[in-house]
């Protein structure tokens, strides 16, 4: 079955400290990946997506992420955090369901950024 | 550019009373999604519209949930008789409908039922 698992529920890092967020899917065949930040009382924000092409993602606010089919992983990444970065993060995979829109959403990594 | 709009951002009701949730995708959007976010069970889908024909609605959790989309500008999701148990804050999102498309969410609506 498809899905999608985010093993870290809560990550400190201090600001100026490197960032990486787990993400594992599970997916019979090469998944649409997507990230996206919850900053809140808001909205889920896309950060970035993979479709096809160059497995090195390069997102919005500095953010990347990287696929890696033989580890069913798509890990996001920022070289440095800001303060601002704090909120919680979602990975999704899709489409599933025989849908061509539908995604599985992760549970979520909350991030907390010390000063 | 307007994103997703929804109303009303908070909503506060009792036990036992008809509760509406409203939805304005993004112009152009042929796929709207509903989905209900608790700290229990994360980000749940509620029911899919693509060209305002609900899709899939196997997230629904009973019949006291129901969703309409009637023109592409509008849906509503409707709980009748709400339970303190449907508390949580219920997000539209739309997509373009081409193949698996960005989903951009609309800030969301926290429902708490008393």
């Known amino acids: 079955a498809q899905s999608v698992t985010q093993p870290d529920i809560h990550i400190t890092v201090s600001e100026g400290a490197s960032l990486e967020l787990r993400c594992n899917y599970s997916?019979?065949?090469?998944?649409?990946l997507f990230w996206y930040v919850q900053s809140p009382g808001q909205g889920l924000q896309l950060l970035l997506k993979?479709?096809?092409?160059?497995?090195l993602v390069q997102g919005i606010k500095g953010f990347e992420a990287e696929f890696k089919r033989s580890q069913s992983s798509f890990n996001l990444r920022k070289p440095s955090v800001h303060w601002s970065d704090a909120a919680e993060y979602f990975c999704?995979?899709?489409?599933?369901?025989?849908?061509?829109?539908?995604?599985?959403f992760g549970t979520g990594t909350l991030l907390a950024v010390q000063p | 550019d307007a994103g997703v709009i929804q109303s009303p951002r908070h909503e506060v009701t009792e036990m036992g009373q008809e509760v509406t949730l409203r939805c304005k995708p993004i112009?152009?959007?042929?796929?709207l999604f509903w989905y209900r976010q608790t700290m229990m069970r994360g980000l749940e889908l509620l029911i899919y519209?693509?060209?305002?024909?609900?899709?899939?609605d196997s997230g629904m959790p009973e019949d006291r949930f129901s969703a309409k989309m009637p023109n592409a500008s509008f849906s509503t999701l409707k709980i009748q008789p709400s339970e303190p148990r449907d508390s949580a804050v219920y997000f539209c999102?739309?997509?373009?409908?081409?193949?698996?498309?960005?989903?951009?969410f609309g800030p969301g609506t926290r429902l708490t039922v008393l």
């Open positions: 999102a739309s997509s373009s409908g081409q193949g698996t498309d960005t989903q951009y």
């Open positions: 997916y019979g065949a090469t998944p649409y």
């Open positions: 993979y479709f096809s092409g160059d497995t």
């Open positions: 999704a995979v899709g489409p599933y369901g025989g849908a061509t829109n539908k995604l599985i």
């Open positions: 112009s152009g959007h042929n796929s």
């Open positions: 519209f693509n060209n305002n024909v609900p899709i899939d």
